[in-house]
């Protein structure tokens, strides 16, 4: 189990014992950790100190209830609070108004399940948005929907605001606060980012109910597309996604920010190689041999925070100028893992299993991609021996994550069919 899933264990844990006694000794124990080790862990992935969540939970809870007609006596009680008066402080103090009001502005609704591995979408109105957007005296600006130009899925957590500005939210507060983070850090050294805006209170961000809004400057230019790199293949296209983030990760490996550092090994061996398996109908030789060479491999790679999610229409830019978007998914990791997950993000656009000519023009953008990666931050010779175990591994999170996803049938059979043909073409995904 990834750390990731230890965290929403303790979570979930939480949330089916809200009217019980529940320690941070407890919670830790049960994970297997340190109280000190248990502590940080969880604070990097919710943003909250253990106890404060807990409390916080309680009192969302608590409200809705009250909100249904129940008596605030009672219900206080019954979340483990020793007095109304003492609910009553502790609401006031976390969420910054009284009880009624909290109620009579409509913020009491059922609490939504807390997930930091598969975070839920939300739904936001303009009508909400505009309001939330008064924090920044913004609220005359028209809003709309974004859209990634190469699939034309709708982002469902964020919207545009004008022409210059993106309103992002989450119920993830630690994710929230690292992308800030990060962005800052991106500004200090001159790159090209999606600055995050203050409100006029000075403010990074702001909360309502569970869901937390920030609002960041938007980057000038259109989003690259899958497309884009299959048109011309032998010049500029894939060269450019890896010369970018070669220079990406030049800038990052100089800077600190709080995010979290998954232990790849472990989600393979654990999750990702015995799941995908299965689902693929692969022999179990053939995923023994692919831990065998991450076991070897993965200790001498290069390690460093890295985007974590650089696919097309995650690259933002004019023709001269570019720079990348969506830092959510920033961790410390294998620095290959970003070029080969651009290079799997095109082929699962554009996979089609009756015209196998396309992936014979995508093994030029993944050699191009390599090679613009290798032509500003060299390539050590471990990597270059690791990059299409990499890839593979890569594409069997992928899998293994779509198996579990309701929303996306197209995507997850899209890509068992490209990892088929990856494995057919195994020898093929070598980098010269």
């Known amino acids: 189990m990834d750390m990731k899933s230890v965290i929403q264990a303790g979570i979930d844990y939480i949330e089916e014992n809200l009217r019980s006694e529940i320690g941070a000794h407890e919670l830790a124990r049960n994970a297997g950790f340190s109280l000190y080790h248990y ?91 505009a309001q939330i957007l008064t924090n920044w005296q913004l609220s005359h600006l028209d809003i709309s929907d974004i859209y990634y130009e190469g699939t034309r899925n709708r982002n469902e957590n964020a919207c545009y605001v004008g022409q210059e500005y993106v309103l992002k939210y989450t119920v993830n507060l630690g994710r929230m606060k690292a992308n800030i983070a990060l962005a800052k850090a991106m500004e200090e050294v001159g790159m090209r980012c999606a600055a995050v805006i203050p409100t006029q209170n000075g403010e990074d961000y702001v909360q309502e109910g569970e869901i937390y809004f920030c609002l960041t400057r938007r980057l000038p230019g259109k989003q690259m597309t899958s497309a884009s790199l299959m048109d011309q293949c032998d010049a500029e296209n894939g060269r450019l996604v890896g010369e970018l983030l070669g220079q990406l990760h030049k800038a990052l490996i100089k800077m600190a920010a709080p995010v979290e550092e998954p232990d ?32 070897k491999l993965l200790p001498i790679l290069p390690r460093q925070l ?41 082929l699962s656009e554009i996979y089609d299993p009756k015209h196998p000519e396309i992936c014979e023009k995508w093994l030029k ?5 390599a090679c613009g990666y290798d032509s500003v931050s060299a390539l050590s010779e471990a990597e270059k021996q690791a990059y299409p175990y990499v890839l593979l591994a890569n594409q069997m999170i992928c899998v293994a994550w779509f198996s579990g996803q309701d929303k996306y049938p197209e995507a997850f059979e899209r890509n068992k069919g490209m990892t088929h043909w990856l494995i057919r073409n195994f020898s093929r995904l070598g980098i010269e």
Not at 40 to 53: D, E, I, S, Y
Not at 264 to 279: C, F, G, R
Not at 365 to 369: D, L
Request: positive net charge; glycine residues 8%; proline residues 4%.
């Open 365 to 369: 953008v993944y050699q191009n991609i």
């Open 39 to 129: 502590y940080r862990l969880f604070q990097a992935a919710t943003g909250f100190p253990v106890m404060q969540f807990i409390l916080r939970r309680r009192l969302l809870h608590a409200v809705y209830k009250i909100s249904l007609g129940a008596q605030g006596v009672d219900t206080a009680l019954e979340y483990g609070f020793d007095t109304y008066a003492g609910f009553y402080r502790a609401f006031r103090r976390e969420y910054g108004m009284t009880v009624s009001e909290y109620i009579d502005m409509g913020f009491a609704k059922r609490p939504r399940k807390y997930n930091i591995i598969t975070e839920e979408h939300m739904e936001i109105s303009k009508k909400k948005a």
């Open 264 to 295: 790849l090994l472990k989600t393979l061996k654990e999750w990702a190689i015995p799941q995908s398996s299965a689902i693929l109908g692969l022999e179990d030789e053939f995923g023994m041999e692919m831990l065998g060479k991450m076991e």
């Open 306 to 346: 890295i985007h974590r999610d650089p696919n097309p229409g995650n690259i933002i830019g004019n023709g001269k100028h570019w720079g990348f978007i969506d830092f959510e998914l920033a961790e410390k990791n294998i620095r290959i893992f970003d070029p080969v997950y651009a290079s799997t993000a095109v």
